[in-house]
């Protein structure tokens, strides 16, 4: 127990790392996902065909991958991040952080992306056709027609593909981040006795932003239920 009770700090600047990182990926990606959903669904072939090509491949790419391409091969076509170094307080955002928001928010807006999508086909056909009839344009019909109800209808897979961003999160401590997976490697390299304590603990960790998220999803889908 020593493990934890005496270095509290460094366990909850951990999950402040996490959270941090999913809190950020996720609004990222659920914006570039729309952007995807809405070109998946347009009337531009060129436009629907590659933003099918990009979810295709993405969602057939382990994460892992795309975190060593962002940390490793990137660098080497002159794509870096090295103009992020935030410092707030005792959190450090630099490099390795901003390559790691950008492999979670690509990777995860495709999958953001066929949940909309499941949704926007919930949504009667009529819908669209009656926007059109009054004037509204493609875009115009997407945002202010399909779109809010295709959100609401979406709401259960948009949750459980947040959560399990919310888990995918741990691949960053491979590649330089100390969020909460990273800072138990720590502890139980210098605390080989207690790996068990410390295993718990950040699986407690994990369980409560789990059931957090879990619980506003919840709520928000009774919020907008359709009778």
């Not at 940390?71 to 103009?83: E, I, K, R, V």
């Not at 999508?117 to 493609?138: D, K, W, Y």
């Not at 949750?159 to 990273?182: C, D, P």
């Not at 407690?204 to 619980?215: E, H, K, N, T």
Request: charge should be positive; glycine fraction near 6%; include cysteine.
């Amino acid at each position: 127990m020593d493990a934890i009770t005496e270095n509290w700090d460094l366990y909850f600047r951990s999950f402040g790392y996490t959270v941090t990182l999913f809190v950020i990926a996720a609004v990222l990606s659920m914006l570039f996902g729309t952007l995807l959903c809405a070109l998946r669904v347009g009337p531009v072939a060129i436009m629907r065909a590659a933003a099918t090509t990009y979810v295709t491949l993405v969602r057939n790419t382990p994460l892992v991958v795309v975190f060593a391409f962002f940390s490793f091969a990137a660098p080497m076509f002159g794509l870096t991040f090295s103009f992020l170094d935030v410092h707030i307080g005792q959190f450090d955002f630099t490099e390795a952080f901003g390559a790691a928001v950008v492999s979670m928010t690509l990777y995860t807006s495709a999958f953001v992306c066929e949940a909309l999508r499941s949704g926007i086909n919930a949504v009667p056909l009529g819908q669209a056709e009656a926007a059109r009839a009054v004037g509204l344009t493609f875009g115009g019909t997407m945002t202010q027609v399909v779109l809010p109800q295709a959100i609401r209808a979406s709401v259960p897979p948009l949750a459980s593909v947040q959560i399990a961003m919310l888990k995918n999160t741990s691949v960053a401590a491979a590649f330089g981040i100390l969020e909460a997976v990273g800072q138990m490697r720590r502890f139980t390299n210098n605390f080989s006795s207690q790996r068990t304590e410390i295993f718990i603990f950040f699986a407690l960790g994990y369980v409560i932003l789990v059931l957090l998220l879990s619980f506003a999803a919840s709520r928000l889908e009774r919020k907008w239920r359709i009778a």
